[in-house]
Antibody
Framework: QVQLQESGPGLVKPSQTLSLTCTVSGASIRSGGYYWSWIRQHPGKGLEWIGFMFYVGATYYNPSLKSRVTISVDTSRNQFSLKMSSVTAADTAMYYC???????????????WGQGTLVTVSS | SYEVTQPPSVSVYPGQTARITCSVDAQPKQYVYWYQQKPGQAPVLVIYKDTERPSGIPERFSGSSSGTTVTLIISGVQAEDEADYYCQSADSLATYVKFGGGTKLTVL
């Protein structure tokens, strides 16, 4: 059973960098056919794709966030991470990590999700 | 980028059929995927490639497609189907993903 679990600080100060990690179990990040993804959801609002990456290099970001976001993978720990710089209160949201399937090109969808972690940006 | 549009809310009585539309203005049209999200939970995929149902999803969930509009159909709606539903699309090379704004399904 594939499981994803987000971890990281629940409170970040404005202008600082938000850092989250997603630990994957039941599957290898090195397996082909998947992108490892971050999605967020502002309180009471809809889903917003942040970005994703393949375990060897290819990385894609939402253009609206691209200048502040970095996604990276640590295959030795079977983890991937999100860094978002210069955060403001507008970045307060539930952050989900998810696996995005691309194996048969298409379909393209998120098949496993973490439970999410709430990040609040406040001084 | 492109827009993915859903109605903000749909209401039906138990046993009726709920239809939630998703309009994607991308050309060529790409497949749409539907997620169900209940309060405090992560989204769950209920339909993929416009009309396909993943294993474990009840048969009352189905999808249809016509032109640039895809519809999630829930036949014989049950109280447990009350949730937010999101459609999602991606470009042909899977370099960009867009979610619709979500539709709150209320079972009256």
């Amino acid at each position: 059973q594939v499981q994803l679990q987000e971890s990281g600080p629940g409170l970040v100060k404005p202008s600082q960098t938000l850092s989250l990690t997603c630990t994957v179990s039941g599957a290898s990040i090195r397996s082909g056919g998947y992108y490892w993804s971050w999605i967020r959801q502002h309180p009471g609002k809809g889903l917003e794709w942040i970005g994703f990456m393949f375990y060897v290099g290819a990385t894609y970001y939402n253009p609206s966030l691209k200048s502040r976001v970095t996604i990276s993978v640590d295959t030795s720990r079977n983890q991937f991470s999100l860094k978002m710089s210069s955060v403001t209160a507008a970045d307060t949201a539930m952050y989900y990590c998810a696996r995005f399937t691309i194996a048969t090109r298409p379909p393209y969808y998120f098949d496993y999700w973490g439970q999410g972690t709430l990040v609040t940006v406040s001084s | 980028s492109y827009e993915v549009t859903q109605p903000p809310s749909v209401s039906v009585y138990p046993g009726q059929t709920a239809r939630i539309t998703c309009s994607v203005d991308a050309q060529p049209k790409q497949y749409v995927y539907w997620y169900q999200q209940k309060p405090g939970q992560a989204p769950v995929l209920v339909i993929y490639k416009d009309t396909e149902r993943p294993s474990g999803i009840p048969e009352r969930f189905s999808g249809s497609s016509s032109g640039t509009t895809v519809t999630l159909i829930i036949s014989g709606v049950q109280a447990e189907d009350e949730a937010d539903y999101y459609c999602q699309s991606a470009d042909s090379l899977a370099t960009y993903v867009k979610f619709g704004g979500g539709t709150k399904l209320t079972v009256l």
